[in-house]
Structure formats: structure tokens, C-alpha cells
């Protein structure tokens, strides 16, 4: 019973929260103490999921007491909870981000429905992570586009409203695809539930998995703005607020990244790198630091980085090995932290320099020392290099390349450095325009106040997070192994949802969550 309520809360919870804070829209403070509030009830729940799952293996429950593959059913394994904490943990940083703007500024979320909507994103979230079948992994990405597009409108000017509806459109036509291949794969497998269809699809004729495999890729392709399908991205969220931008950025893609991971080891396990993805990721790799060192634009930058570096999840998955997999989820969880942190911080240069454009931003007064130095970890972690977290999770994908061997291994490792020397180039690019000094720029006018406090500490436990990784890489690398080795040994996942093998593949202990075997 115990295990049941600590699989719903972190969706259940949120979704509750949101419609008491529609209760008490007068009450600024009452919803940021509500938001904040749920948001660290369930920071905790997953954090105790993740201890769970790695000392147990995975958990389910069936939800009403329907079984699995008939009923819905979440579950939580070692991969899923170690992506839920991290991202329940800067979703809880932004918020605090958030709420400090506003008592600053006097605005952001002082609209009522930023908390509502918040901890809609937030259980959107949640139910991703957690899902066990395609239609509520469906339902989820509905959950989080309806309140992200709320988010991202809320004092809209035109320009906003334009790429509101960029990110709108485009997502529409993604889940237009989602929900088709939902009915396709139900039509032909006659199941959505995913540890089911692990067991099915092997039956289906060849021609028809690789069609399937190809439409999810596809479909969380566009989710997670994987190059061509990436076009969307740099017009939709270089316009919102920081903390809205932050959010997006940090957690949505990563969502659409783990989507595919999932489907695509459970449903369609390969003992080969997968030409196909292998050439997505180098391209996205590319595409992505390319189009950065273009921009003159603060938030434009930044969101080309971001497509880039989706390229290094992709890297990790097109590999379908545990050493690369291992790298994948290594690389998710500092760059959900590192993203975020960068994204704040530009929001922190633009309102204090006026301008998010780098030329203006290097006639304008430099942001303070300390902003320089939290930018520095946040940067150089994101490029690679040692000891911060980015380079971990990188050393990890390229030794994962050079055990794979092969010459599409070695391409694609030739393009994770070259967009790794780009990265630092461009973020080279940001710090000669934003933090360094001259004497032809005038003295700075800094704000004060507990909101400003509040943005600052949220932006540097944003960049905290991102250097636990770092500092704790042999703990967290032997987890990440872990949930890499149950992607590719699916049978703990599947026992969990459905039972033993030689039961009638119904499960057992309807309603109740179930532990699958005791991980290795």
C-alpha cells in the first residue's frame, strides 16, 4: 500500500494542488506557498522511488484495480525514477526562480494561472516518466502542452503570441501522429500497454516493427527536437519568460528523449547500432552547434545548444548497448540541470543589462562577479570539461563509441568533439559579450530585495544540481549503469507489470504495487 501511493502521487498530487490554487487566485502567496509546497512533497516521493527501485527493481501499480495489460498501470523502475527526481528537482529550483521574479518585478507569477499551470506541467510530467502505456504517455504530453502553452502566452505581446503558436501548431501535429500510431499499434498488436507490446511485437512481421519504430521516432522526434524536426524550437522558446523558457527547455525535451528511449529499447530492442538514429545524431550533433555560433540573439544561442546536445542522448540510444545507454541517461540528467541553470541566468543578464542581444549586451554593464562565476561552472560543465559533469557524461558516451567500434561509431565520435569545441566557442561567444570588462562600459546599477535573493539562490541550485552529478559520479554512474542494463534485459520491467512468465500474463495483485525482481 505503501508503494502505491508513493507511484500516484507525484502525478496525483500536482493535479490536485493546481485545482485548490485555482480556488485561492486571490491570494498570491497562498499559491506560491501551495506550488512550492507540492512541489517539494514530491521531490521527496521520487527521490524515495529512486532508493526503492534500485534496491528492489521496478514497481507497478494497477491503477483502480484493473490489471495490467487491460488496465492503466504506472511503473517506476531505475531509469524513470532517476529522471523524475532530477527533473522534479529543477522544476522546484525554477519555481522558486519564478516566484522571486515576481516578488522582484511585480509580475510572472502574480498572474493566477502561472501556479496552476505550473504544477500541470509538473504532473505532465510526472505521468511520462511514470506511464506504462502508450495512451497515457499520450495523455501526458497533452497535459503538459495544454499548460505549457498557457505558460507561454500569459502577458503575450504579438511576437509571443506568434511563437506561441508555432510551438502549438507544431506540437498538435505531433501528437496527431502520437494518437495515430497509438491506434495502429493497438489495431495490430491489439495492446498499448508497453511491457505487453514487449512481448507482441516480436510476433509482428518485420516490415511492420521497423514502420512502427520509424513513426515513434518520429513522433518523440519532434517532442524532443531531434534535427530535421527541430525547427520549432528556437522560435518558440527564446520568447517566453526566463523561468518559463527555463522549464521548457530543461524538462520537455528531456521528455520526448525518454519517451523514445523507452519504446525504442522495450518495443524494439536491437543488438546493433541503428543506422538510421546513428545519422540523426551526428546531424542533430552538427545542426545544432552550428546553428549556434550563428546567433546574436542570448536565448537563440542557447536554444541551438540545446538541439545540439539532444544529439549526445541520441548518440547514447543509437548505440543500443548498456555503455551507451549508460551514457544517455548520465547525459539527461546533467543536462536537464546545466539547461535550466543556463537559461536563468540569461534571463538574470537580460534584466539586468536590458537586452538579450550580444552586441548590446557588450556595450551594456556587466552583470555582477558572482553571476560570471556561476555562468562559468554552468558553461564549461556544458562543454565538456573536466571535472564537471558534462564531461563525465561525455567520457561516458565516447568510451560507449570506442568500445562499439565501426566506422559510423567513429563518425559520430568525431562529431560529439567538434560539437563540443563548438559549444565552448559559442559559449566563449556569451562571456566575452556578457561578463567581461572594459573601461568604456558604464558602471553597474544593481537590484536588491528578497526577491532578487530568491532568483539568485534558485539560479545557483540550479547549477548545484548539475555539480552533485560531478561530484558524485561513481554513485551515480553505477545507478545509471544499472537502469542502462534493465533497458536492455527487459524481463525485471515486464515481471513487474505483468508477472512471472508462467503465469497467463495477466498479473498478479490487482491494484496493488507490485516489486518486480530484486535488481542486480
Same mark, same amino acid.
Given at each position: 500500500?505503501?508503494?502505491?501511493?508513493?507511484?500516484?502521487?507525484?502525478?496525483?498530487?500536482?493535479?490536485?494542488?493546481?485545482?485548490?490554487?485555482?480556488?485561492?487566485?486571490?491570494?498570491?502567496?497562498?499559491?506560491?506557498?501551495?506550488?512550492?509546497? +507540492?512541489?517539494?512533497? +514530491?521531490? $521527496?516521493?521520487?527521490?524515495?522511488?529512486?532508493?526503492?527501485?534500485?534496491?528492489?527493481?521496478?514497481?507497478?501499480?494497477?491503477?483502480?484495480?484493473?490489471?495490467?495489460?487491460?488496465?492503466?498501470?504506472?511503473? /517506476?523502475?531505475?531509469?524513470?525514477?532517476?529522471?523524475?527526481?532530477?527533473?522534479?528537482?529543477?522544476?522546484?529550483?525554477?519555481?522558486?526562480?519564478?516566484?522571486?521574479?515576481?516578488?522582484?518585478?511585480?509580475?510572472?507569477?502574480?498572474?493566477?494561472?502561472?501556479?496552476?499551470?505550473?504544477?500541470? !506541467?509538473?504532473?505532465?510530467?510526472? !505521468?511520462?516518466?511514470?506511464?506504462?502505456?502508450?495512451?497515457?504517455?499520450?495523455?501526458?504530453?497533452? !497535459?503538459?502542452?495544454?499548460?505549457?502553452?498557457?505558460?507561454?502566452?500569459?502577458?503575450?505581446?504579438?511576437?509571443?503570441?506568434?511563437?506561441?503558436?508555432?510551438?502549438?501548431?507544431?506540437?498538435?501535429?505531433?501528437?496527431?501522429?502520437?494518437?495515430?500510431?497509438?491506434?495502429?499499434?493497438?489495431? /495490430?498488436?491489439?495492446? +498499448?500497454?508497453?511491457?505487453?507490446?514487449?512481448?507482441?511485437?516480436?510476433?509482428?512481421?518485420?516490415?511492420?516493427?521497423?514502420?512502427?519504430?520509424?513513426?515513434?521516432?518520429?513522433?518523440?522526434?519532434?517532442?524532443?527536437?531531434?534535427?530535421?524536426?527541430?525547427?520549432?524550437?528556437?522560435?518558440?522558446?527564446?520568447?517566453?519568460? /526566463?523561468?518559463?523558457?527555463?522549464?521548457?527547455?530543461?524538462?520537455?525535451?528531456?521528455?520526448?528523449?525518454?519517451?523514445?528511449?523507452?519504446?525504442?529499447?522495450?518495443?524494439?530492442?536491437?543488438?546493433?547500432?541503428?543506422?538510421?538514429? !546513428?545519422?540523426?545524431?551526428?546531424?542533430?550533433?552538427?545542426?545544432?552547434?552550428?546553428?549556434?555560433?550563428?546567433?546574436?540573439?542570448?536565448?537563440?544561442? $542557447?536554444?541551438?545548444?540545446?538541439?545540439?546536445?539532444?544529439?549526445?542522448?541520441?548518440?547514447?540510444?543509437?548505440?543500443?548497448?548498456?555503455?551507451?545507454?549508460?551514457?544517455?541517461?548520465?547525459?539527461?540528467?546533467?543536462?536537464?540541470?546545466?539547461?535550466?541553470?543556463?537559461? $536563468?541566468?540569461?534571463?538574470?543578464?537580460?534584466?539586468?543589462?536590458?537586452?538579450?542581444?550580444?552586441?548590446?549586451?557588450?556595450?551594456?554593464?556587466?552583470?555582477?562577479?558572482?553571476?560570471?562565476?556561476?555562468?562559468?561552472?554552468?558553461?564549461?560543465?556544458?562543454?565538456?570539461?573536466?571535472?564537471?559533469?558534462?564531461?563525465?557524461?561525455?567520457?561516458?558516451?565516447?568510451?560507449?563509441?570506442?568500445?562499439?567500434?565501426?566506422?559510423?561509431?567513429?563518425?559520430?565520435?568525431?562529431?560529439?568533439?567538434?560539437?563540443?569545441?563548438?559549444?565552448?566557442?559559442?559559449?566563449?561567444?556569451?562571456?566575452?559579450?556578457?561578463?567581461?570588462?572594459?573601461?568604456?562600459?558604464?558602471?553597474?546599477?544593481?537590484?536588491?530585495?528578497?526577491?532578487?535573493?530568491?532568483?539568485?539562490?534558485?539560479?545557483?541550485?540550479?547549477?548545484?544540481?548539475?555539480?552533485?552529478?560531478?561530484?558524485?559520479?561513481?554513485?551515480?554512474?553505477?545507478?545509471?549503469?544499472?537502469?542502462?542494463?534493465?533497458?536492455?534485459?527487459?524481463?525485471?520491467?515486464?515481471?513487474?507489470?505483468?508477472?512471472?512468465?508462467?503465469?497467463?500474463?495477466?498479473?498478479?495483485?490487482?491494484?496493488?504495487?507490485?516489486?518486480?525482481?530484486?535488481?542486480?
Amino acid at each position: 500500500m505503501t508503494t502505491d501511493w508513493l507511484l500516484i502521487a507525484p502525478v496525483l498530487l500536482p493535479v490536485l494542488a493546481a485545482g485548490l490554487s485555482l480556488a485561492v487566485w486571490r491570494s498570491a502567496r497562498a499559491q506560491r506557498l501551495l506550488g512550492v509546497g +507540492v512541489l517539494t512533497a +514530491v521531490l $521527496l516521493d521520487a527521490a524515495v522511488l529512486l532508493v526503492l527501485t534500485d534496491r528492489r527493481g521496478p514497481l507497478a501499480l494497477d491503477v483502480g484495480g484493473w490489471p495490467a495489460p487491460a488496465g492503466v498501470t504506472v511503473v /517506476a523502475d531505475r531509469l524513470s525514477a532517476l529522471l523524475l527526481t532530477v527533473a522534479l528537482a529543477v522544476a522546484l529550483a525554477v519555481l522558486l526562480f519564478a516566484v522571486g521574479q515576481g516578488a522582484a518585478e511585480g509580475g510572472g507569477t502574480d498572474h493566477a494561472p502561472f501556479h496552476p499551470s505550473y504544477l500541470l !506541467l509538473a504532473a505532465g510530467v510526472s !505521468l511520462a516518466f511514470l506511464a506504462g502505456d502508450l495512451f497515457n504517455l499520450f495523455v501526458a504530453f497533452e !497535459l503538459m502542452l495544454a499548460a505549457s502553452y498557457v505558460l507561454i502566452n500569459l502577458d503575450a505581446d504579438e511576437n509571443r503570441i506568434r511563437a506561441g503558436m508555432t510551438y502549438t501548431i507544431t506540437s498538435l501535429l505531433s501528437s496527431m501522429l502520437f494518437l495515430s500510431a497509438v491506434g495502429l499499434v493497438y489495431g /495490430a498488436a491489439g495492446t +498499448v500497454n508497453l511491457a505487453d507490446l514487449g512481448d507482441r511485437m516480436p510476433t509482428l512481421p518485420e516490415g511492420l516493427r521497423t514502420v512502427f519504430s520509424l513513426l515513434l521516432l518520429i513522433v518523440f522526434g519532434i517532442k524532443a527536437a531531434m534535427v530535421p524536426l527541430h525547427f520549432w524550437l528556437p522560435d518558440s522558446y527564446p520568447t517566453a519568460p /526566463a523561468p518559463i523558457t527555463a522549464v521548457l527547455a530543461a524538462l520537455l525535451t528531456k521528455v520526448g528523449l525518454y519517451a523514445m528511449v523507452r519504446t525504442q529499447t522495450l518495443l524494439f530492442p536491437r543488438t546493433e547500432p541503428w543506422t538510421p538514429l !546513428l545519422v540523426a545524431a551526428a546531424v542533430t550533433l552538427l545542426v545544432g552547434a552550428v546553428g549556434a555560433i550563428a546567433q546574436q540573439d542570448l536565448n537563440r544561442l $542557447l536554444s541551438f545548444v540545446l538541439v545540439g546536445h539532444i544529439g549526445y542522448m541520441l548518440f547514447g540510444l543509437s548505440l543500443y548497448s548498456v555503455a551507451g545507454l549508460s551514457g544517455t541517461v548520465l547525459y539527461a540528467m546533467h543536462h536537464i540541470a546545466v539547461q535550466a541553470a543556463l537559461f $536563468l541566468i540569461a534571463g538574470l543578464v537580460a534584466g539586468w543589462s536590458g537586452s538579450a542581444r550580444l552586441p548590446r549586451l557588450a556595450r551594456a554593464a556587466p552583470p555582477p562577479g558572482w553571476l560570471a562565476g556561476v555562468f562559468l561552472v554552468a558553461a564549461l560543465s556544458l562543454s565538456g570539461i573536466p571535472p564537471l559533469s558534462g564531461f563525465v557524461a561525455k567520457l561516458a558516451l565516447l568510451q560507449a563509441g570506442v568500445e562499439q567500434g565501426g566506422a559510423a561509431a567513429f563518425v559520430l565520435l568525431a562529431a560529439a568533439l567538434v560539437t563540443s569545441l563548438l559549444t565552448l566557442y559559442a559559449m566563449a561567444r556569451v562571456w566575452r559579450a556578457a561578463f567581461a570588462t572594459g573601461s568604456g562600459r558604464p558602471p553597474a546599477v544593481r537590484p536588491r530585495g528578497a526577491g532578487v535573493r530568491l532568483t539568485v539562490g534558485a539560479t545557483v541550485g540550479s547549477v548545484l544540481i548539475g555539480v552533485l552529478v560531478a561530484v558524485g559520479a561513481g554513485p551515480v554512474a553505477r545507478v545509471s549503469e544499472r537502469a542502462a542494463r534493465d533497458l536492455v534485459e527487459r524481463d525485471a520491467y515486464r515481471e513487474a507489470v505483468l508477472g512471472p512468465r508462467s503465469g497467463d500474463g495477466s498479473g498478479e495483485g490487482a491494484g496493488t504495487g507490485r516489486e518486480g525482481r530484486e535488481g542486480r
